[in-house]
């Protein structure tokens, strides 16, 4: 893939602040920047990476803002080609001005995540580097920050390079077995084969157990209240959150849409779910509300059944089988949590396992806190190692995984090395779509198309 042409965008997020930065990338860039700046000396002759002040002129010769500017030479630049930072005033109107000088000037407008392919495709980071890039922007918790930063410094990419070696070293071995038949391949060199396929097969297989753990650090752990109209789960929500975020009211079926919000447990990110109440009538517009419900149910990490303590044990409790209540016990996936524990118990609920709480005088909300995080540990959901694949480094490494499998059968079977090969290979290539060695463009599309316009 050639680059060739200019880039140019605002790269600081819309709106009013104090300063805004217009970046153009590409070959003509400082010549771009020769013909818009004015100051004592042309870009052209600045040192790289070094700030000068002076005015940026429209193509009519208007002048539009006083600006620091400077030049990032390649190849030592983000982009790894030549590199002009506009730092303007903060306004939105003046960094369209800029923006639009420099288009004026020869430049063409990024499409978003355009810097950073360049970054990829010049070199200067593989894929696995640039898609931290966004978890890094993306970030919401410390830990989810801290494993952003080490997969950008190329600790996953290092880890895949490494696989790859192995794997060419053993095709290269197995490939000379094809080549040189007569030196045939001794049972103890075919057990020492398997060997070094299984450690392979092994290091993927880790890597593979990580993706729970990266869903949860960019996406969050689904956790969904649910259960009987008017027991507090809105309440509760807000509780979690810390402030007023849904309606809460003493009318049943007050919420009837699915209410999301994220919530930062001991560093790891909840996805908080409020949903509609379950009741057995009410109007279809209800009852849309709880299919939604339902659904949302099925994608939960974890559930949290709240109930009324001071109202009669609902339908829904009974129809079920009373050891899933048992405080959870069979049911790693759900907490029973009784709320109003200020208001006296209805008998209905007499020697009920379950955890009480008041969302009123947040009575027993740390131990409803500390209960959730003990289950998501239990899950093994929560993120411990710093290395945590996405949903597309997952898709390749399954692949590779399966062609790791089918050349183990192979090499089992004592079949002819050839078919061990063919399937080696497909997992090395595999491999080498995680940090981008395969040039799929399609890959690159949907990874960059992620991105803010200008980064
Ligand atoms: N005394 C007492 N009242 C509470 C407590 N938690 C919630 N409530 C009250 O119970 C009522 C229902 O609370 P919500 O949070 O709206 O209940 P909900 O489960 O979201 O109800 P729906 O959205 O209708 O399904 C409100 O009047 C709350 O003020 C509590 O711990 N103690
Ligand atoms: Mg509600």
């Not at 009318?251 to 919420?255: K, N």
């Given at each position: 893939m050639m680059v060739s042409d200019t880039i140019a965008a605002i790269s600081t997020p819309p709106g009013e602040g104090a300063i805004a930065l217009v970046r153009v990338s590409g070959e003509n860039a400082i010549q771009i920047a020769d013909k818009i700046f004015c100051g004592k000396e042309l870009p052209s002759r600045f040192v790289s990476h070094v700030q000068h002040l002076g005015e940026i002129f429209s193509a009519e010769k208007q002048l539009i803002d006083q600006v620091m500017l400077s030049v990032h030479r390649a190849p030592a630049s983000y982009t790894g080609e030549d590199l002009v930072e506009i730092s303007c005033h903060g306004g939105t109107l003046v960094s369209a001005k800029v923006l639009e000088a420099c288009l004026r000037a020869g430049a063409r407008a990024a499409r978003p995540g355009e810097f950073t392919e360049r970054a990829f495709l010049n070199g200067k980071m593989d894929l696995t580097q640039a898609e931290a890039v966004i978890d890094l922007i993306r970030a919401r918790t410390d830990l989810a920050l801290r494993s952003a930063t080490e997969q950008l410094e190329g600790r996953l990419g290092d880890q895949i390079r490494k696989l790859r070696d192995e794997s060419i070293a053993l095709l290269a071995h197995i490939n000379a077995s094809i080549d040189f038949p007569e030196e045939d391949i001794a049972p103890d060199e075919g057990e020492r084969l398997r060997a070094r396929l299984d450690s392979i097969r092994e290091e993927i297989a880790a890597l593979l157990a990580t993706a729970d753990q990266g869903r949860v650090l960019r996406e969050g752990v689904r956790v969904v209240i649910y259960g009987a109209?008017?027991?507090g789960k809105s309440s509760l929500l807000n509780r979690l959150l810390g402030y007023e975020r849904v309606i809460v009211s003493d009318?049943?079926?007050?919420?009837r849409d699915a209410i999301e919000e994220t919530v930062n447990l001991a560093g790891v990110p909840i996805r908080l779910l409020d949903t509609a109440g379950l009741r057995a009538s009410g109007s279809e517009l209800e009852r849309e509300g709880i299919a939604r419900t339902e659904k949302s149910l099925q994608l939960a990490?974890?559930?949290?059944?709240i109930a009324d303590r001071n109202a009669p044990r609902p339908e829904h409790f009974n129809s079920r089988k009373r050891s899933e209540f048992n405080g959870g016990s069979s049911d790693p996936n759900e907490i029973v949590v009784l709320n109003k524990s200020d208001l006296p118990e209805n008998n209905d609920w007499k020697d009920f396992q379950a955890l009480r709480i008041s969302?009123?005088?947040?009575?027993g909300l740390p131990n409803l806190q500390t209960e959730i995080l003990a289950r998501i540990r239990q899950q093994n959901l929560?993120?411990?190692?710093?290395v945590a694949i996405n949903t597309r480094h997952r898709d390749c490494l399954r692949r590779a995984l399966e062609s790791c499998d089918r050349a183990r059968a192979a090499l089992r079977e004592g079949l002819s090395p050839e078919y061990v090969a063919v399937d080696l290979d497909q997992a090395l290539r595999a491999l080498g779509e995680v940090i981008g060695l395969t040039d799929v463009e399609q890959i690159l599309d949907s990874v960059f198309s992620q991105f803010c316009i200008g980064k």
């Open positions: 109209t008017n027991a009318t049943h079926g007050t919420t990490d974890l559930r949290l059944h969302c009123l005088t947040g009575e929560r993120p411990e190692s710093a």
